[in-house]
């Protein structure tokens, strides 16, 4: 895609992300997720190394959403009673100072299951109210980990992204209403954009377990996108710490949802959108209408965008949950593994070795991918693993 002036690089700065890493660190429920090494995955793919950022540990919420809705309500509430974000502490947020300094807010978001159950996690901890409106098709196990949160949950009767345009309508009519949403549009930029830098606690993590495994920089990174905001974390983040020799950056999609992919082939850096029902097994990458912001990032970092039909994201589930003798297991769900599926595909199968050429995945290559959640829909779960 044509190159801009790159003006949102500089959000996803390692400067920036440790506020959000150090916001992060001051809940109780904080632990460094696990970077597994799988060792003899490499050796049977043929590459270096592989290693693959476990957020089914994160916060106990079985998935690395919580990150993005949390810091945004911090930087929001920040906002308003004129402090630093960094004064943001779980204790300040959670005190009775916050009540006399803030009061109470109703936060508003769309989701497919985990950024919701992230908002609704985050506003029951600090006290606020939430509000979570899910597409048609969504899950009921989903629904209920979201309404334990104390959400107000329903489930509606159009996709993901008319869903997003009904939130904000309700946040917009509601007074002290707030729409907390992962996806930018002009006039709806600097929420999304904590979000993203919530989401590069994951990746500033990473970069340093990487480091104890005596890898200075991976050669590859590949994370998947819905509207896109993670992988403009992800990528953002690790083309800042590595301006000279980034990684080659590669891009997921689900093929029933894959704006980036078709604004990608056209290269005239416009977006596409994709609309009607999204139907894919990768609930979380049910997105049409991508991020601004991070669509910015992308055209600018991304090395490679593809378009995963749902058979790619269960093999890597298989793959992960019934590793290779000597490797851990991974519970990665839906949206969670098409990484593992692709990269799979790409080294094993003949059809796909120009991509593995043009990728340059080979004997030195260092993966790295994000499974970033578990078994969110664990009847699924059980059903493609054990089909």
């Known amino acids: 895609m044509p190159k801009t002036d790159d003006k949102y690089l500089n959000l996803m700065s390692r400067n920036s ?21 799988l060792g003899e995955m490499a050796d049977y793919l043929g590459i270096k190394g592989f290693f693959v950022k476990d957020e089914s540990y994160r916060f106990g919420l079985n998935a690395f959403k919580v990150l993005g809705g949390s810091f945004a309500m911090a930087n929001y509430i920040a906002e308003k009673v004129g402090k630093d974000v960094s004064d943001m502490t779980y204790d300040y947020l959670t005190s009775d100072q916050l009540k006399a300094d803030f009061g109470q807010a109703t936060f508003f978001t769309a989701t497919d299951g985990n950024h919701g159950r992230g908002v609704a996690w985050a506003a029951n901890k600090l006290g606020q109210k939430s509000v979570v409106l899910m597409p048609k098709g969504s899950t009921q196990i989903r629904f209920e980990n979201i309404q334990k949160e104390g959400a107000k949950v329903s489930i509606e009767e159009v996709n993901y992204d008319e869903c997003v345009r009904m939130a904000n309508k309700m ?44 890898v200075t920089c ?113 519970i990665a769900g839906e949206s969670g593994a098409p990484a593992m599926g692709l990269l799979a595909t790409i080294m094993e199968d003949p059809m796909y ?4 050429k043009a990728l340059k995945l080979d004997q030195n290559a260092e993966v790295l991918m994000f499974s970033t959640e578990g078994d969110t829909d664990p009847d699924n779960y059980k059903k493609t693993l054990w089909r």
């Not at 506020?19 to 632990?31: G, I, V």
């Not at 992800?234 to 891009?251: E, K, L, R, W």
């Not at 589930?317 to 290779?324: F, H, I, Q, S, V």
């Open 353 to 356: 070795s120009d991509l593995k």
């Open 17 to 37: 992300i440790e506020q959000a890493l150090n916001f992060h660190q001051s809940f109780p429920q904080y632990t460094k997720t696990p970077l597994v090494k």
């Open 171 to 214: 946040a917009e009519e509601t007074e002290n209403g707030v729409m907390v949403q992962d996806t930018a549009w002009d006039g709806y930029e600097k929420i999304p954009t904590w979000i993203m830098e919530g989401y590069g606690t994951m990746a500033l993590e990473a970069s340093d377990q990487l480091k104890a495994e005596q």
């Open 218 to 330: 991976p050669s590859h990174v590949f994370v998947q996108a819905g509207v896109g905001s993670l992988a403009g974390a992800v990528i953002g983040y690790f083309a800042n710490i590595y301006p000279d020799n980034p990684p080659i950056m590669v891009v997921i999609e689900a093929q029933a949802a894959d704006c980036l992919y078709k604004s990608a082939i056209e290269k005239d850096g416009k977006i596409r959108f994709v609309d009607g029902d999204l139907q894919t097994v990768m609930a979380g990458l049910a997105c049409g209408e991508p991020n601004t912001i991070s669509f910015d990032i992308l055209a600018n970092h991304a090395s490679c965008f593809v378009s995963a039909p749902d058979w790619v994201a269960e093999k890597g589930m298989r793959m992960l949950g019934a590793p290779l003798k000597g490797d851990s297991q991974i």
